[in-house]
């Protein structure tokens, strides 16, 4: 079975930095492109962040609200993905969620999610 | 960017009663080179995660009961969903992937009477 189990969530400090991680099974993982969608308490779903195949050179994308502040990575080795967040801001408190467009995706829809991981920002 | 917009922001139906969900975008996501339209639905019931319901504006995603029906082109996209049940209760979204930034409506959110 498909799964994403995201952890590294927890409370951190305006500007400070917090890296959450996304463990992949159950499919082919070096042939998914894979993103990041956050939500925000009570609030709607929000794409951060898109990290694509090896083929594809690992071609990163961003929402204009995390561009040069996070960093999308992969480790297909490990199946892992991991969002690096800096220079955090109030606004980034949200459930962080890991999804996965496999290969037969020929478009970029969510269509493996995981769990998500609660990324608070507070002083 | 392309604003996704639904409406209603809620509704309340009875059991086996037929709903429909409105998705409209601020750009046609009909790529001509394909006649695909870049939309996506989802169902997130409260406590979870989003689940992917219908990509490609119509095509059902596995293991998705047939009540549930996308449909509309362009810039006029339609969930139905023609008989509801009671673990129906959830917020819909739709998104776009025409281009990036990929965007999400604000939802629908469907109450049982």
């Known amino acids: 079975a498909v799964q994403l189990v995201e952890s590294g969530g927890g409370l951190v400090q305006p500007k400070e930095s917090m890296k959450i991680s996304c463990a992949a099974s159950g499919f082919t993982f070096s042939n998914a492109a894979m993103y990041w969608v956050r939500q925000a308490p009570g609030k709607g779903l929000e794409w951060v962040a898109r990290i694509r195949t090896k083929p594809n050179n690992y071609e990163t994308s961003y929402a204009d609200s995390v561009k040069g502040r996070f960093t999308i990575s992969r480790d297909d080795s490990k199946t892992m993905v991991y969002l690096q967040m800096d220079n955090l801001k109030t606004e980034d408190t949200a459930m962080y969620y890991c999804?996965?467009?496999?290969?037969?995706?020929?478009?970029?829809?969510?269509?493996?999610w995981g769990q998500g991981t609660l990324v608070t920002v507070s002083s | 960017d392309i604003v996704m917009t639904q409406t209603p922001s809620s509704q309340a139906v009875s059991a086996g009663e037929k709903v429909t969900m409105s998705c409209k975008s601020s750009q046609s996501l009909l790529y001509n080179e394909n006649k695909k339209n870049y939309l996506a639905w989802y169902q997130q019931k409260p406590g979870q995660s989003p689940k992917l319901l219908i990509y490609?504006?119509?095509t059902r995603e596995s293991g998705v009961p047939d009540r549930f029906i996308g449909s509309g082109s362009g810039t006029d996209f339609t969930l139905t969903i023609s008989s509801v049940q009671a673990e129906d209760l959830a917020v819909y979204y739709c998104q776009q992937y025409y281009n990036f930034p990929l965007t999400f409506g604000s939802g629908t959110k469907l109450e049982i009477k």
């Open positions: 490609w504006a119509s």
């Open positions: 999804t996965a467009a496999p290969m037969l995706n020929t478009g970029n829809w969510f269509t493996y």
